[in-house]
């Protein structure tokens, strides 16, 4: 073999705009660049200087959109065919691209945690269903990955819990259990939630996006320095065993699939009713794993002084997010006497019913000056959220009668 | 004693619309707005300063335009606006963004004491409610998330006791402050803007605090200091139903459809 011949290296393309692909995500291509070739214009799509383009594929690979493509110039195409003849002629060519250090640290790093992990939620032993249908989901995924479903059971005379996290699907339930727990305050939760993470190392965890889920979790990732996923309505696991989380952006106007690429463990919240909730199996059973508090009372600043129950406080205390069947009603019920017989059917469902009429973009004017139910305030806002949620048959909680659910919002 | 209010620029996300063709969004004509969430928390911050005094300062992290967004929080009443802004902080999840909203925080305190952080309870753009989090975390204050009413506040003994809405309940707890409370629409009515104060804050200078100032090292911040990564956006599928008879010109044949329908499904029974 001829020693002096130049070894040719596969090209690797410049990078190039796909022509209305861009959706002006603020410039993460831009970022991106190690040789600052892009800048962004004035609708904030970029420009692609490809004489420093080293072909490195970071934009393409950073774009939310798939607008960034490489593609090969006719100089590049001419090394290619010289690469193919050389290859033909047996020369050994490098295929495989290597991982470099770093890369290669992060994934030795992130290969220890295993596991799929479910918080469960309670309020004075009292658990959010929410749990148990994290459960659902999360047995999918630990079969994907083969790894254990397990639940993290954290409160004041809560070892029931773990047992019914068995029936639900765990095989393993990591228990603190201690009157410091009693009351949820963010401090102690997520100090003790942080610390079994730290010993037992899960690639997952999963928690409620209730109004506590959603206090818990901030602070959890924050605290252990990874990614978090908030009101995942799609969790599934790709070729690199990593957790695609899909959610819900814009105000739903778009979706979005989420990585946690480089830390663990990967967190996504889920709203209640999002997920269906497994069977319940009382035969089954698992392992409880005690774990003393890592926190002491005088430690934690904040006091709960009281708990108030707001179904002991009127109808108009009830929480929307946290009703079982939503019977909605919109302009197409055509006056307020209408409301009674969905009343009705929401007294026999055991759920609540809401008037309310929607006002989206701008296309509909709030009826409220003639007479209609005018509901612009914080609730109707909630419920309109809900309905869309929910407006999906398979969930089977939501009745709407005369809503327009055409293009969500 | 300072009062810092975090607001963000937000796209109105009710006048968003897709293109039904390519299912991209269309961005053009859609307007910017503060952040709904945020009015409430600013508003919080301001009663603070009517009432004892306090300093308010407004911060957010956007791009260059959050300046208008901030003078508008100046014509309110607040005292000093600061925009965080430099290219490296762009493409930030919630992680990178807490970092820089803390360190500007803690940069505040070392000018005067901070008794409170105020944050919307979440984006209408992002809806994560994780912001608010990431900052009581890093800077190690009392979270107290979903905040509908300061009951009180007492200076002397450095306590705040707040009620939280949550799911069906609500709480009162207390905690020394520094405390970041997150509010939810209910806790106020903000204020608007008398035109006097427009007019001043029309001259009035928002401080910018790009990374020159900040002094952040990349890997924390932006998208190298994000844990999260967007792997794609699409369009949501939309999932249509089954129209079942006609209801306008024969309701009582489309009432016993559905009412079959549900019998089958086994939603209702007889």
């Known amino acids: 073999m001829d020693e002096n011949k130049k070894k040719i290296k596969k090209p690797r393309g410049v990078a190039r705009l796909i022509s209305g692909k861009c959706i002006a995500c603020g410039g993460r291509c831009e970022t991106s660049c190690p040789k600052d070739c892009i800048t962004m214009d004035d609708n904030g799509e970029p420009i692609i200087d490809i004489k420093d383009c080293i072909g490195c594929g970071k934009c393409v690979k950073i774009c939310p959109s798939e607008a960034i493509e490489m593609y090969l110039t006719p100089e590049e195409l001419e090394i290619l065919k010289q690469w193919e003849a050389q290859k033909a002629a047996g020369s050994k060519v490098e295929e495989a691209e290597e991982l470099t250090e770093e890369e290669a640290a992060i994934l030795a790093k992130i290969r220890e945690y295993k596991g799929v992990w479910v918080f469960v939620e309670q309020t004075g032993g009292e658990v959010a269903t929410v749990s148990w249908e994290l459960l659902g989901i999360g047995s999918d995924l630990a079969k994907t990955l083969g790894v254990e479903l397990c639940t993290v059971v954290i409160g004041d005379k809560v070892e029931h819990l773990c047992n019914e996290s068995f029936y639900h699907g765990a095989s393993k339930a990591y228990l603190i259990d201690d009157p410091v727990f009693h009351n949820y305050r963010t401090e102690s939760y997520y100090k003790a939630v942080c610390y079994l993470v730290k010993k037992y190392k899960p690639e997952i965890m999963l928690v409620g996006a209730t109004g506590l889920g959603r206090d818990l979790a901030g602070a959890v990732a924050t605290d252990l320095l990874t990614g978090l996923t908030a009101d995942c309505t799609g969790l599934a696991i790709d070729d690199k065993r990593f957790l695609l989380q899909t959610r819900p952006a814009f105000g739903g106007n778009i979706m979005a699939t989420i990585m946690t690429e480089r830390t663990r463990p990967q967190m996504s919240t889920v709203r209640p009713h999002v997920m269906p909730m497994p069977v319940r199996d009382a035969a089954r059973s698992g392992e409880v794993i005690r774990e003393s508090a890592p926190v002491k009372e005088d430690d934690i600043l904040a006091k709960v002084l009281e708990v108030i129950d707001d179904s002991k406080q009127g109808a108009d205390a009830i929480d929307v997010a946290a009703a079982e069947v939503i019977v909605a009603g919109g302009r197409g019920m055509l006056s307020e006497e209408n409301f009674g017989i969905l009343q009705e059917l929401a007294d026999a469902l055991g759920g609540c019913c809401w008037l309310f009429t929607c006002r989206r973009g701008g296309r509909i004017p709030s009826l409220g000056a003639s007479g209609w139910p005018d509901r612009q305030d914080g609730k109707a806002k909630d419920i309109h959220r809900l309905c869309n949620l929910w407006s999906d048959p398979a969930s089977g909680r939501y009745a709407g009668f005369g809503c327009n659910h055409r293009d969500k919002s | ?270």
């Open chain 2, 1 to 270: 004693m300072i009062a810092v209010a975090c607001i963000k620029q937000v796209p109105d996300t009710t006048q968003v619309k897709t293109d039904p063709v390519t299912g991209t969004l269309i961005r053009e004509g859609v307007p910017f707005i503060v952040n709904p969430f945020d009015s409430p928390a600013l508003e919080e911050a301001l009663k603070l300063k009517d009432e004892y005094g306090f300093r308010v300062v407004v911060i957010s992290m956007g791009p260059p335009n959050t300046e208008v967004t901030l003078k508008k929080a100046l014509a309110l009443g607040a005292d000093d606006a600061v925009l965080l802004s430099d290219r490296v902080f762009g493409g930030a999840d919630t992680l990178a963004t807490s970092k820089v909203l803390a360190e500007a925080i803690s940069k505040l305190s070392q000018e005067d004491e901070v008794a409170a952080v105020f944050c919307g309870r979440q984006s209408i753009d992002g809806d994560t409610a994780q912001v608010g989090s990431g900052i009581a975390t890093r800077l190690g204050y009392t979270q107290l998330t979903l905040v509908d009413q300061i009951q009180e506040l007492d200076l002397a003994a450095k306590k705040i006791r707040v009620r939280r809405k949550l799911e069906g309940r609500h709480e009162v707890v207390e905690t020394p402050l520094p405390a970041l409370i997150t509010v939810v629409r209910e806790i106020n009515q903000p204020r608007y803007p008398t035109v006097p104060m427009r007019l001043i804050s029309g001259d009035s200078e928002v401080k910018l605090w790009d990374n020159s100032i900040m002094g952040l090292p990349t890997a924390l911040i932006g998208l190298e200091g994000s844990a999260t990564q967007v792997r794609k956006i699409f369009s949501p599928e939309g999932t249509k139903g089954e129209i079942l008879g006609d209801g306008e010109n024969n309701p009582d044949e489309a009432a016993s459809l559905l009412i079959e329908v549900l019998l089958q499904k086994d939603i209702i029974s007889i």
